[in-house]
């Protein structure tokens, strides 16, 4: 007696995940990303900036983070087959969570170089620091205007985001840094502002991290309470009861829905069922946008005669 149905348009995966629209201004980041990599690279070794190499190295994590993003982003907008229903959507779950493993690696490297170099500080050319340190903060800057909408839309494009924003910060700091040892001589500002830059990169990853493992846990998405659906479902003219509700994401901007509905004897009928799905499937999509669900109708009592695999 049951019934599945879906007025969500395509599958997860036909028509482009929520990355796929930001692949070309991701392209321009990594594309500023290197560039200022280089020259921050250089920047250091002639100043001697501890600061400097650190906010180098957190743009070669960066550049890394991007291409893994635009690499996410190509695999996971291949079409689905029949091995891989929902094809490579996640992708982009796993480039989010390998970044957060490689920025705490790196926070962690700075960290400790910056404890280092506080015990034993060395001469910083303050005034070439100062210089390299503008640059990448106006690179920056423009990297974070490219991705500043779609951090919102996209888990993917998000880690890319806070990358550049933590590169941004962290050139803010090297120019403080630079300009207190430029004005006062004081050689311990340097290693403190890589202390500040590592501080930055832990607790972002880790927030970063806790929602690429929800994705992969198949957690239910955050704007999306259970109880006010379940609410909306059961007062559906012709819904008795409903079970096995579960609400997953596929990555960004795929959130899935799936439902045993139990429905009146009078709806059981072909035109009984496409209203009840209809109303179910608007309901969905106007208030909690969750546009691909499945829904089983079935009769009172059908539940107990299921496998107990689907409890």
């Not at 170099?117 to 205007?145: E, K």
Request: net charge negative.
């Amino acid at each position: 007696m049951g019934a599945g149905h879906d007025h969500g348009g395509p599958p997860p995966g036909a028509g482009g995940t929520a990355a796929a629209a930001y692949r070309s201004r991701l392209r321009i980041a990594l594309g500023i990303t290197l560039g200022v990599l280089v020259t921050q690279i250089v920047g250091g070794l002639l100043a001697d900036s501890l600061a400097l190499l650190a906010d180098a190295g957190h743009m070669a994590t960066d550049a890394l983070g991007l291409g893994m993003a635009l690499l996410a982003i190509h695999f996971a907008n291949r079409p689905a087959t029949e091995r891989r229903t929902f094809g490579f959507a996640r992708a982009e779950i796993l480039a989010a969570l390998a970044n957060c493993v490689l920025l705490l690696g790196v926070g962690g490297f700075i960290l400790y170089e910056s404890i280092e170099r506080f015990i034993d500080p060395a001469p910083t050319d303050g005034g070439l620091t100062l210089v390299f340190g503008a640059i990448g903060l106006a690179a920056n800057s423009v990297s974070l205007a490219l991705l500043l909408r779609g951090q919102k839309e996209s888990i993917n494009v998000r880690g890319a985001f806070l990358e550049v924003l933590a590169d941004a910060l962290g050139s803010l700091a090297v120019l403080v840094s630079a300009a207190v040892v430029l004005w006062t001589g004081w050689l311990p500002a340097d290693p403190i502002a890589s202390l500040v830059i590592g501080a930055m990169i832990v607790p972002r990853t880790l927030r970063l991290a806790r929602e690429a493992l929800d994705v992969l846990l198949e957690s239910a998405p955050r704007d999306v309470d259970l109880a006010e659906v379940r609410e909306h479902i059961l007062a559906v003219d012709g819904v008795n009861d409903l079970h096995d509700l579960h609400v997953w994401t596929i990555t960004s901007g795929m959130p899935v829905l799936s439902a045993h509905v139990v429905v009146s004897p009078e709806v059981l009928d072909s035109v009984g069922q496409e209203r009840v799905l209809h109303d179910l499937q608007c309901c969905l999509g106007d208030h909690f946008d969750v546009e691909h669900c499945t829904f089983q109708l079935e009769p009172r009592g059908h539940a107990a005669h299921e496998a107990k695999l689907c409890h």
